[in-house]
């Protein structure tokens, strides 16, 4: 069987891994992702793959996830999030001195396509992606396929506006669909209402314990993220919408938005399956590995 390098480039983290065809893991392990300025994400890429195969001298190809949009067909990066090296540049020529195939594609995207091959959307042809964490993140799978639009800018959930009470740059930089519903948002909200400083798992403790204040807050972060996903059901009726990040492996979060979607009235409520993410951490490799292997055309 052929082996693959994949990385799944985050804020914090690269996570790496050494594949077979199967998406069978050979080697996994992760380094911190180097702060932007003069490049350094090309060379601890280059680095890596120089490791690897000195241990896998057959790797036939690189496989990247990334946060930000790409033109998948030139990798070229439109705009991205913390890893800010890469915007602007042409991914697959930067890295053509590696001697191998390259190919990229955006995080959210490895996600859905993750779950497509190996995860609970198995059986749809046209599902959702909803990323949950510091912010938004989504992707519009339809007729089989990615739905990237302009250079890989579609299926940025997070960008959409939910309150109409301020100018419009406001809007969309404050009162998005991210500021309103990520994880990040929810423990801010936290933190600032009881003066404190915890993390997210600190908070669910509590609301385990049936703290009502707490309780209260998150569900209130539950329900501005009901509304999101309702709009987006609204809008691409699919399937079938998948909800990933960390908070998805909360017991009650998918049944919550399950009873917010049985309040209203229309068609594709009454018919809408919304489910977790199975592939959670490793969503990003197996994704980043699922595109390499189309657009080789070995799918």
Same mark, same amino acid.
């Given at each position: 069987?052929?082996?693959?390098?994949?990385?799944?480039?985050?804020?914090?983290?690269?996570?790496?891994?050494?594949?077979?065809?199967?998406? @069978?893991?050979?080697?996994? #392990?992760?380094?911190?992702?180097?702060?932007?300025?003069?490049?350094?994400?090309?060379?601890? %890429?280059?680095?890596?793959?120089? #490791?690897?195969? #000195?241990?896998?001298?057959?790797?036939? *190809?690189?496989?990247?996830?990334?946060?930000?949009?790409?033109?998948?067909?030139? *990798?070229?990066? +439109?705009?991205?999030?913390?890893?800010?090296?890469?915007? =602007?540049?042409?991914?697959?020529?930067?890295?053509?001195?590696? *001697?191998?195939?390259? @190919?990229?594609?955006?995080?959210?995207?490895?996600?859905?396509?993750?779950?497509?091959?190996?995860?609970?959307?198995?059986?749809?042809?046209?599902?959702?992606?909803?990323?949950? =964490?510091?912010?938004?993140?989504?992707?519009?799978?339809?007729?089989? @396929?990615?739905?990237?639009?302009?250079?890989?800018?579609?299926?940025?959930?997070?960008?959409?506006?939910?309150?109409?009470?301020?100018?419009?740059?406001?809007?969309?930089?404050?009162?998005?669909? +991210?500021?309103?519903?990520?994880?990040?948002?929810?423990?801010?909200?936290?933190?600032?209402?009881?003066? #404190?400083?915890?993390? =997210?798992?600190?908070?669910?403790?509590?609301?385990?314990?049936?703290?009502?204040?707490?309780?209260?807050?998150?569900?209130?972060?539950?329900?501005?993220?009901?509304?999101?996903?309702?709009?987006?059901?609204?809008?691409?009726?699919?399937?079938?919408?998948?909800?990933?990040? =960390? %908070? +998805? +492996?909360?017991?009650?979060?998918?049944?919550?938005?399950?009873?917010?979607?049985?309040?209203?009235?229309?068609?594709?409520?009454?018919?809408?399956?919304?489910? @977790?993410?199975?592939?959670?951490?490793?969503?990003?490799?197996?994704?980043?590995?699922?595109?390499?292997?189309?657009?080789?055309?070995?799918?």
């Amino acid at each position: 069987m052929k082996k693959f390098l994949v990385l799944d480039i985050g804020g914090t983290f690269i996570k790496i891994a050494v594949m077979n065809e199967e998406a @069978e893991m050979l080697s996994e #392990e992760r380094v911190p992702t180097p702060a932007s300025g003069d490049g350094a994400i090309f060379r601890v %890429i280059r680095e890596v793959f120089h #490791e690897q195969q #000195e241990l896998y001298p057959a790797i036939a *190809g690189v496989a990247l996830s990334i946060p930000g949009a790409v033109d998948v067909e030139n *990798g070229y990066v +439109s705009y991205a999030g913390s890893v800010m090296d890469i915007i =602007g540049v042409k991914i697959k020529a930067e890295l053509a001195d590696l *001697g191998v195939p390259v @190919e990229v594609e955006n995080d959210a995207n490895c996600a859905a396509l993750a779950e497509k091959w190996k995860g609970n959307a198995q059986d749809c042809e046209n599902f959702l992606c909803v990323t949950i =964490g510091t912010g938004i993140g989504g992707a519009i799978f339809s007729r089989n @396929e990615i739905v990237h639009g302009v250079e890989g800018m579609a299926g940025e959930f997070g960008l959409m506006m939910l309150d109409t009470h301020a100018d419009i740059p406001e809007l969309l930089e404050q009162r998005n669909f +991210s500021r309103y519903s990520s994880t990040w948002n929810m423990v801010d909200r936290l933190n600032k209402h009881f003066g #404190e400083e915890k993390t =997210g798992e600190e908070w669910f403790e509590l609301y385990d314990q049936q703290n009502a204040e707490v309780m209260k807050i998150i569900h209130s972060f539950y329900d501005r993220l009901s509304i999101g996903i309702i709009n987006l059901m609204h809008i691409f009726a699919p399937e079938k919408i998948v909800i990933g990040g =960390g %908070i +998805s +492996s909360r017991p009650e979060l998918i049944p919550y938005v399950k009873r917010q979607i049985a309040k209203v009235p229309t068609a594709i409520a009454a018919k809408m399956e919304i489910q @977790e993410c199975k592939q959670k951490n490793r969503a990003g490799l197996i994704g980043a590995l699922y595109h390499f292997q189309k657009m080789a055309g070995t799918f």
